[in-house]
């Protein structure tokens, strides 16, 4: 039976998404050691960095050109730069840590000391904003890499799989450290699976109706907010706790996706 390509791409996007239901589910019922959360997350960052290389701004730039291209990326990662400093200013900012900046900052944010708080006020809205800000941009990749032959890339849902685990692991870990209970922690992450796959879905339809050099310029955003997204919120807490090892496991997650990059 032939399913409908749109719902291929919404089906995909949801695969992809479902790692970080995954991650949060052993994140926070499993306790894993942080020293292992940060290795995963810098395996995770390396397997992103090899997508956006390899993937993205290569088919962005054979689409388009290197200007749509180009302001694209710059775009995408000053949108997202900007939305992340809103929300660390409301008290997401450690939405990613695996340790306990997050019950500090939870705690700051209820004492009223976050610049865009008020004493009794809680964090929760904006670490849920922050969840979406984080994976949209993969999830319309999905999307947008069918437009080109009708299949999905395997290579960039295994790549964005292996990336929302341990995204979803080192959030929940520091939101049960937190103090947020295993509803809030696992329902959050289950309605932004579905989001996911509902942007996987949207980049495949909204977009098939524009021209190669918009479909370019939108795969760029999608790279420059992840790209930035690794540099804001997943290198560091890698690199906290794996210090001199996050540069090499970082490079062992780039191998793996250029691996399979080949191999598909």
């Known amino acids: 039976m032939n399913f409908p390509t749109w719902a291929q791409a919404g089906f995909w996007g949801l695969v992809s998404g479902s790692a970080l239901l995954l991650g949060a589910a052993i994140g926070y019922y499993a306790k894993v050691p942080q ?19 390899l993937e993205l701004m290569e088919e962005a730039y054979h689409k388009g050109g290197f200007t749509a291209t180009a302001l694209g990326f710059l775009g995408g990662a000053a949108a997202f730069t900007l ?3 809103l929300l660390a200013r409301h008290g997401a900012k450690h939405r990613k840590r695996s340790g306990h900046h997050q019950s500090q900052e939870r705690a700051a944010v209820q004492q009223g000391q976050t610049e865009g708080n008020d004493a009794g006020d809680d964090n929760g809205l904006a670490l849920a904003i922050g969840a979406l800000l984080d994976g949209i941009p993969e999830s319309i990749v999905i999307g947008l890499s069918m437009l080109a032959g009708g299949a999905v890339s395997m290579v960039a849902v295994v790549a964005i799989f292996l990336s929302n ?40 339809t909204v977009f098939s109706q524009f021209s190669n050099e918009v479909v370019a310029a939108t795969m760029a955003v999608s790279a420059g907010a992840v790209l930035a997204m690794i540099a804001d919120t997943m290198i560091p807490e890698a690199f906290e706790v794996a210090h001199n090892f996050t540069g090499l496991i970082t490079v062992l997650g780039f191998l793996v996706s250029f691996f399979l990059s080949k191999m598909g």
């Open 165 to 204: 685990l341990p995204e979803g692991l080192s959030s929940a870990s520091g939101m049960r450290k937190a103090g947020r209970p295993a509803r809030y922690v696992l329902l959050l992450w289950a309605g932004i699976a579905l989001v996911s796959g509902a942007a996987s879905l949207l980049g495949y």
């Open 35 to 53: 020293r292992l959360t940060a290795a995963i997350m810098a395996f995770g960052s390396g397997v992103l960095i090899s997508t956006l290389s």
């Open 83 to 85: 939305a992340n400093w």
